[in-house]
Each structure stands twice: as structure tokens, then as C-alpha cells.
């Protein structure tokens, strides 16, 4: 069985970090590119950030530019998103999603992704 679980969420006041984090299991983690996207209150899930499978390319959204910091570790089959600079903007619940077969060029097209997880809420407010 294919699972993500995301963790790290949580209340932080503006221009503070967390570190998400995205255990995956059930299939071949080193394999698939990796990203997050977000969804904040009524609004549509928005692409954050992709790193490719061996961790040595990356993207991220012009929002997030120079803020947010993906990365993974295969040998724990773990994806990473330290966030730093948090505004109240940020406030979303980020999910992971794993996706092959893409070329960096479409890793924002959410709806070819194979696996999603249940997401972890981040709030920022002071």
C-alpha cells in the first residue's frame, strides 16, 4: 500500500520556520520526483516545489523563491521542505505528491501526479 504522511505542521508567528516532512512507503521512493503543493482556505491547490529523484535539481514558485527549501533523503525515503520567512499568506495545508515520467517542465501540473498525501496544516499568525 502507497503512503505519504506528512508532519511538521503547526502555528507559527510571521517570519517564522518549520520543517515539513513527507515519509513515503510502498513503492519505490528514489524513483519518483517529489513535490509539495499547498491549498489555502478557499482558494485552489497551489504547485510549491519539486525536486527531481536523485535530489540534484529543483524548482519552486516564484512565492517561495529564496524562502522555502526542498530536499530529500532516499535512504530514508523521506521528502523535506524547511520554510523560513513564514508570512500569513503561507497558511495552507501542504500536501507531497510523487510523480514519474514528467519532464521538469510540467512538474506544476498537479493532475499528473501518482500519489498524494493527506497533507499537515500550517497557520501563520501572530
Known amino acids: 500500500e502507497v503512503q505519504l504522511v506528512e508532519s511538521g505542521g503547526g502555528l507559527v508567528q510571521p517570519g517564522g520556520s518549520l520543517r515539513l516532512s513527507c515519509a513515503a512507503s510502498?513503492?519505490?521512493?528514489?524513483?519518483?520526483?517529489m513535490s509539495w503543493v499547498r491549498q489555502a482556505p478557499g482558494k485552489g491547490l497551489e504547485w510549491v516545489s519539486t525536486?527531481?529523484?536523485?535530489?540534484?535539481?529543483?524548482s519552486y514558485a516564484d512565492s517561495v523563491k529564496g524562502r522555502f527549501t526542498i530536499a530529500r533523503d532516499n535512504a530514508k525515503n523521506t521528502l523535506y521542505l524547511q520554510t523560513n520567512s513564514l508570512k500569513p499568506e503561507d497558511t495552507a495545508v501542504y500536501y507531497c505528491?510523487?510523480?514519474?515520467?514528467?519532464?521538469?517542465?510540467?512538474?506544476?501540473?498537479?493532475?499528473?501526479?501518482?500519489?498524494w498525501g493527506q497533507g499537515t496544516q500550517v497557520i501563520v499568525s501572530s
Open positions: 525536486v527531481n529523484s536523485r535530489g540534484g535539481n529543483t
Open positions: 505528491g510523487a510523480v514519474r515520467f514528467v519532464s521538469p517542465h510540467s512538474w506544476d501540473k498537479i493532475f499528473k501526479y501518482d500519489y
Open positions: 510502498g513503492f519505490t521512493f528514489s524513483r519518483y520526483a
